[in-house]
């Protein structure tokens, strides 16, 4: 899922907003395995499959998000500042990669000169 | 058994053309008249004088003024001539390039853009689905501003699904901007100019080259399709693969684990009995989850090998070495 | 603020490159635009998968961005770049002289964060009492920052030789260096299971560089093209050491156990990267006859693996040809053929329980027979068709067959033949709407099959064939029941593409779209093999008076596949 916004507020200022959304999940089934013959040998072995589609799962949650505006001093001059922050979190339990829940957010600012 | 016989198959697409050909009706073709003459940009002006504003600054104006057999053209160089259309302002009596078809002998652009990097474009998957050059530039623009929306959010306005892919969890790093859909697309049919012969794999491994081997000990997928096992765009599963290990794996592989003895439990990390300096721990779980989850953790060397592996039950083919 | 050197490099050539401009050596009417900006990153818990293509830290960082654009008469010149960090920056420069000579010259790093311990997987079960019997694990070298620059340039040149002729001299040049560190992993099999890391240094540089020909006259165009790739690791190689086998518990059975073993209490070069040089050499030619076009080329290239003395040579050729036979019936057709031949090497294996007790002898030498030995071939035709002004379709025929030789285990050749067609409908009124639906049906033959065959019989009635052998372990090497010709892949398929396109007005527009794949494997006795994918998609587009554009859009994707899935028992 995604969104971007630009609002022109004036001449001078533009304001622009823009943000993504995704959850994203991989999951085995339960799998159904024969049950081996009983007794004997087999008896004292655990060939129980039944957790198997529990130890793989994948599960996570991107956000991606902005802000920021555009103020034009002159036609040449463009004052440009913003903020950007993507989270991303991990709910399997880091059994396959680790966990790998974090975030950062970066601010970045800047002067645009054209002549 | 297949449910369909490849003469059948065959036999339905030959119909399917022949119906399709039979249902042709009588072309009903815009653009100017034979008759009709060069009236020059002048005239143009006079009415389109948005379009005129500015024009001798962009890239087509700039070229234009500047080659001889278009100097005095200008306008009528990609619109054809306009006097019927300037008589009776009638947009049918004037070529409009956004609504030409790639049904043409080619299209109207490529009559200047003739080198080799357009020479495959009726064959490219945008020219033989006959999509105008209009559809993603905007041709009265100056240099550097003639994609209509930079890439690869213009590429995302028809490919919807591939914006979701760059948004999943693995993805070939185009949302970051260190890529363009254009570093592997040949959006013209211009033949990538680092993939040398018609393989499909080949344009992976020219930015992958260690994974094209040869090798002494292979995974054959990877001499087959990379895209068996990813899909480029993006997954949910690391390193693209199309599914989670050990699921991916599985379609082709048998599984193999060590079942649980009785009365080997050990819950608590202990010393291995012939190295007290190696630990090992033991739940039923804990040994499924260590063999089913994450196959390349021992097979590391999945796209082949030039060691053997150390079990050599499998001829040292096991990759994980 | 630590630089490397080759961005140093990268900086001193642009900053060349300016003086060079604005000094009036490339003369021209210039227009310039910079920016001068900074920017500040942070970030929480882990950042090496969220930020994998970033450099994330606690930094504050400035930042320099210019273009520069010359016109004359004849020329065009433009340079633009960026630094945004030391592990992001970029720099093109464009070149265009009097229609005889162009050239471009790019320069882009970034960073790839790997993974910050691969054994983090085993210590997330550990946490929550998941613990892995015999599957200990341990970092050999601490745990670094692991990840690589990756450095890539390019330069593209085109100088005209003889205008009568269109003759032009092609060439061009790419490195890319990967320079950081990853993590390597090993198995000592058996014994410990011990998965074990070391930290590696990464080095590999790639370098391919292009040269070649183009002429045309009237209708036929011809051109030449040699490509040289080679890619090296400069980095050392890496070791690790091998145990001796045994019973992990009891640490009985030594020398049953070492016999399955190739390299026991040895440390051995593990996870070396292979040595590639790729030669390539192709010639095209394309005949113009305004209704009629034909194009094609014939390619030559050789692989070669200086590591193992490998090499592999592919011949090959493709044949495009399209024809206008009416203003409304375009005929496009392809055709492409290839052969791929690849040397066959003994590798020596020792024998299972060679000078040891404990069973029968097992042969596993090794012969590798590459399953790249092949003969592909592939052809389609095409049609498209413009009913009317606002209607196209387009209906196309193909065949793909792939013949494998020598492909391992099997003991013969293997072809899969697919025969595929689909068809399409477009209309379109101007830039009000456009609505398209496409099908496509795809037969194969004998698809693509893991050279060990998998287990295709689930159920206890196999288990029983053990007739009483003492553990199940022994029914690994049934070879019979083992290796079996079947695959998960799909013998039919059918793919569905819908979408539309809606300009409401000239200030709303909307589009949808639909993709669906199901397929299935019809070839199999017992088993059900099929895979769906089913990918909804809308997009809105609005803009409000003069002030606001919003575009937003949503996308669903669910990928299923159902296949079977066999098991090795082993006891432990």
Redesign the interface.
């Known amino acids: 899922?995604?969104?971007?916004?630009?609002?022109?507020?004036s001449s001078k200022l533009t304001l622009n907003f823009t943000g993504?959304f995704?959850k994203?999940?991989?999951a085995?089934d339960q799998?159904n395995?024969?049950?081996?013959?009983e007794g004997g040998?087999?008896a004292?072995?655990?060939?129980?499959?039944s957790?198997?589609y529990t130890?793989?799962?994948?599960d996570?949650s991107?956000l991606?998000s902005g802000v920021g505006f555009d103020y034009r001093f002159s036609p040449s001059v463009i004052w440009?500042a913003g903020v950007s922050y993507?989270?991303?979190k991990?709910d399997a339990?880091?059994?396959?990669?680790?966990?790998?829940?974090?975030?950062?957010?970066?601010?970045?600012?800047?002067?645009?000169?054209?002549? | 058994m297949l449910s369909l016989s490849k003469p059948g198959l065959y036999s339905v697409l030959l119909a399917l053309i022949l119906a399709a050909l039979w249902l042709i009706p009588a072309d009903v073709s815009a653009g100017p008249p034979p008759n009709a003459e060069y009236i020059g940009s002048e005239a143009c002006g006079s009415c389109h004088d948005d379009v005129m504003e500015g024009f001798s600054e962009t890239t087509h104006g700039l070229l234009l003024s500047k080659v001889k057999k278009y100097e005095d053209k200008l306008c009528e160089s990609c619109h054809g001539p306009g006097s019927a259309h300037a008589e009776q302002q009638d947009p049918d009596l004037i070529i409009n390039p956004a609504k030409t078809s790639g049904m043409d002998d080619k299209p109207l652009c490529l009559d200047c853009h003739s080198d080799s990097k357009f020479a495959d474009w009726q064959f490219s998957a945008h020219g033989a689905e006959n999509v105008n050059c209009s559809t993603c530039h905007t041709v009265h623009s100056k240099a550097g501003q003639m994609l209509k929306t930079p890439t690869p959010d213009l590429c995302y306005g028809c490919h919807t699904d591939v914006r979701a892919e760059f948004y999943m969890p693995s993805h070939h790093p185009v949302t970051e901007g260190k890529l363009d859909c254009e570093s592997c697309h040949n959006i013209h049919g211009t033949e990538n100019k680092f993939a040398m012969g018609d393989d499909s794999r080949e344009l992976c491994f020219t930015c992958h080259p260690d994974k094209e081997g040869p090798f002494m000990f292979e995974h054959e997928p990877v001499n087959e399709d990379c895209r068996m096992c990813h899909s480029p765009h993006g997954t949910v599963a690391d390193n693209l693969l199309v599914q989670s290990e050990p699921t991916l794996c599985l379609n082709c592989h048998a599984m193999h684990f060590h079942t649980q003895l009785p009365g080997q439990d050990i819950p608590d990390e202990e010393p291995v009995p012939t190295d007290p300096n190696r630990f090992i721990t033991s739940t039923p779980d804990g040994f499924k989850i260590g063999m089913l989850t994450k196959c390349t953790q021992c097979h590391s060397e999945i796209h082949g090998s030039d060691l053997p592996s150390q079990s050599i039950s499998g001829s040292g083919r096991a990759l994980t070495r | 603020m630590k630089t490397s050197h080759t961005t140093n490099r990268f900086v001193v050539l642009f900053l060349a490159l300016i003086v060079l401009v604005t000094s009036g050596v490339v003369r021209a009417d210039y227009t310039y635009s910079l920016w001068l900006g900074s920017h500040y990153t942070d970030f929480n818990d882990y950042a090496k998968k969220v930020g994998e293509f970033n450099r994330i830290g606690s930094d504050a960082y400035p930042e320099i961005g210019f273009t520069i654009l010359g016109s004359t008469e004849d020329n065009l010149f433009s340079l633009d770049g960026q630094f945004y960090d030391n592990k992001n920056a970029f720099a093109n420069m464009r070149l265009r002289a009097n229609n005889r000579f162009s050239m471009k010259i790019g320069y882009q790093v970034f960073r790839k964060q790997l993974q910050f311990d691969l054994l983090d997987n085993f210590n997330a079960r550990e946490a929550i009492g998941k613990k892995a019997k015999i599957l200990s694990h341990e970092a050999l070298d601490s745990i670094m920052d692991y990840g690589f620059d990756r450095h890539q340039a390019e330069a593209e040149f085109e100088l005209m030789l003889a205008e009568k002729y269109d003759l032009k001299l092609v060439a061009a040049h790419r490195f890319i260096f990967d320079k950081g560190d990853e993590q390597k992993t090993s198995i000592s099999h058996c014994y410990s299971c011990h998965v074990s890391t070391k930290s590696a240094e990464v080095k590999r540089l790639t370098n391919q560089t292009n040269l070649g020909l183009e002429a045309s006259k009237g209708d036929v165009s011809v051109g030449y093209k040699f490509s040289y790739r080679t890619f090296k690791s400069y980095a050392d190689d890496i070791s690790f050491f091998y145990d001796e086998a045994k019973n992990p518990v009891s640490g009985g059975d030594a020398e049953e156990f070492s016999s399955r073993e190739i390299y026991n209490g040895k440390d051995m070069p593990t996870g070396i990267y292979p040595d590639i040089r790729k030669y390539s050499s192709k010639v095209k030619f394309q005949v113009d006859k305004g209704k009629h076009l034909l194009n094609g080329s014939f390619s030559y290239s050789r692989t070669k693996n200086d590591v193992s003395n490998l090499d592999n040579v592919v011949v090959g050729g493709t044949v495009k040809y399209t024809t206008m036979i009416s203003p409304k019936f375009r005929l496009y057709a392809y055709g492409a053929l290839s052969k791929t031949t690849s040397n066959d090497v003994v590798y020596d294996i020792p024998p299972w329980r060679e000078g040891r007790t404990g069973g029968d002898l097992d042969i596993f030498d090794y012969r590798r027979e590459s399953s790249l030995d092949r003969l592909y071939g592939k052809g389609t035709i095409k049609a498209l068709i413009r009913m009317n002004p606002k209607t196209r379709v387009h209906v196309l025929a193909g065949y793909e067959h792939i013949r494998r030789y020598d492909y391992p285990n099997l003991g013969s050749e293997s072809a899969t033949n697919t025969y595929f067609g689909e068809g399409s409908i477009r209309f379109r009124d101007g830039l009000k709407y456009k609505l398209s639906a496409k099908y496509r049906l795809e037969l194969t033959n004998d698809p693509f099959v893991s050279y060990k065959g998998i287990f295709e019989k689930p159920g206890a009635d196999i288990l029983k064939k053990e007739n009483g052998a003492p553990n199940i372990y022994y029914y690994q090497r049934e070879r019979d029941l083992r290796y079996q010709n079947i695959t998960t892949l799909p013998t039919i398929k059918h793919v569905v593409n819908l979408s539309g396109n809606y300009r409401a007005s000239k200030k709303v527009g909307l589009n949808a779209g639909l993709k669906m794949t199901i397929d299935k494997n019809t070839e199999l006795d017992s088993l059900t093999v099929e895979h769906s994918a089913f990918q909804p998609s809308v997009g809105i587009d609005v803009s409000a008076g003069n002030k606001w554009v919003l575009n937003t859009g949503y996308t669903y994707s669910y990928n299923k596949s159902t296949g079977p899935i066999t098991v090795v028992m082993m006891d432990g």
């Open positions: 899922m995604y969104a971007n916004i630009v609002y022109i507020a993504q995704s994203n999940k991989s085995l799998v395995m024969p049950d081996p013959p040998f087999f004292a072995r655990d060939y129980d499959y957790n198997m130890y793989s799962d994948l996570y991107i991606r440009t993507i989270d991303l991990d339990g880091g059994y396959v990669y680790g966990d790998e829940t974090g975030s950062y957010f970066t601010v970045r600012a800047g002067l645009r000169y054209d002549f």
